[in-house]
């Protein structure tokens, strides 16, 4: 299997199941938003991944931000091509695809 493709998560976050079958698809904007939330020492097999977005109420060192975002992406093998942030409203923007 390739890159971003994968068992896919429900809103929910459980596994989602289809006639009794785990769904498999394009989990590259799960993952992303997985690295992103998690917080380092939640993946059991990569400890030092995780961006912990959740840190980021508060701050204002955007380009500190990006950076990590960036960093914590290429350990999963995705090139980010442009980050959008701003942290007055929260929004975030990422383009990034697999290698």
Excluded: C, H
């Amino acid at each position: 299997m390739s890159k971003g493709i994968g068992i896919l998560l429900g809103q929910d976050g459980d596994v989602m199941i289809r006639n009794g079958s785990m769904v498999v698809g394009d989990s590259s904007l799960q993952n992303q938003y997985m690295i992103l939330v998690a917080q380092k020492n939640e993946f059991k097999e990569y400890p030092t991944l995780g961006v912990g977005v959740s840190d980021m109420l508060g701050d204002d060192d955007v380009l500190e931000w990006k950076k990590r975002i960036r960093e914590e992406f290429k350990k999963d093998d995705l090139k980010v091509n442009k980050t959008d942030l701003d942290l007055q409203t929260g929004e975030l923007e990422i383009d990034a695809k697999y290698n």
